[in-house]
T-cell receptor, first 113, second 115 residues
Framework: AQTVTQSQPEMSVQEAETVTLSCTYDTSESDYYLFWYKQPPSRQMILVIRQEAYKQQNATENRFSVNFQKAAKSFSLKISDSQLGDAAMYFCAQANAGNMLTFGGGTRLMVKP | DTEVTQTPKHLVMGMTNKKSLKCEQHMGHRAMYWYKQKAKKPPELMFVYSYEKLSINESVPSRFSPECPNSSLLNLHLHALQPEDSALYLC??????????????FGPGTRLTVL
């Protein structure tokens, strides 16, 4: 069975600063995919970034980047130059072939002006 | 266009009512999903449809009845619900189901309250 753990229920960051959200996962599969989703309060869940496990290069998407450590089964999300609009619940998720997402418990990110 | 739409946005129903939630996507995706999300919790998968056929039912009670009339539409029929069924119901879609893994795109959800 897969498990995804987000050890930080809440995080806060000052506007314009950098914050890192942690995620660890456990799977016996060699082929899998990792995702970070963002869910702002009362708004739609959107994909932030996606990483294929077979790719060694860390995915980046503008101010968002990941640190993918396959051996350690770690997949952290770094948000640079934090903005007020980044305040949201962030979910780390993992999928093996078959598209079934296993979500972590979420990290609530607060951004202070 | 990565839009998944859901109606209604909010729904209040009694335990004896019958209601339906609707989800629509026009991205040509062939897999569609229903999730249930309680406050401050991650989404929990309920059902998966692939090519309009039910592929996964995560042991959901029969008072929830999914339907996929065509490749763009997904319904969730509700009957004799319990107050503990109150939650945000999310629909999602992806290009396909299987390998390789396709990104799931989520709708805004229907906030359901059962009185």
């Amino acid at each position: 069975a897969q498990t995804v753990t987000q050890s930080q229920p809440e995080m806060s960051v000052q506007e314009a600063e950098t914050v890192t959200l942690s995620c660890t996962y456990d799977t016996s599969e060699s082929d899998y995919y990792l995702f970070w989703y963002k869910q702002p309060p009362s708004r739609q869940m959107i994909l932030v970034i996606r990483q294929e496990a077979y790719k060694q290069q860390n995915a980046t998407e503008n101010r968002f980047s990941v640190n993918f450590q396959k051996a350690a089964k770690s997949f952290s999300l770094k948000i640079s130059d934090s903005q007020l609009g980044d305040a949201a619940m962030y979910f780390c998720a993992q999928a093996n072939a078959g598209n079934m997402l296993t979500f972590g418990g979420g990290t609530r990110l607060m951004v202070k002006p | 266009d990565t839009e998944v739409t859901q109606t209604p946005k909010h729904l209040v129903m009694g335990m004896t009512n019958k209601k339906s939630l609707k989800c629509e996507q026009h991205m040509g995706h062939r897999a569609m999903y229903w999730y249930k999300q309680k406050a401050k919790k991650p989404p929990e998968l309920m059902f998966v449809y692939s090519y309009e056929k039910l592929s996964i039912n995560e042991s959901v009670p029969s008072r929830f009845s999914p339907e996929c009339p065509n490749s763009s539409l997904l319904n969730l029929h509700l009957h004799a619900l319990q107050p503990e069924d109150s939650a945000l119901y999310l629909c999602a879609s992806s290009q396909g189901w299987g390998a390789p893994v396709d990104t799931q795109y989520f709708g805004p959800g229907t906030r359901l309250t059962v009185l």
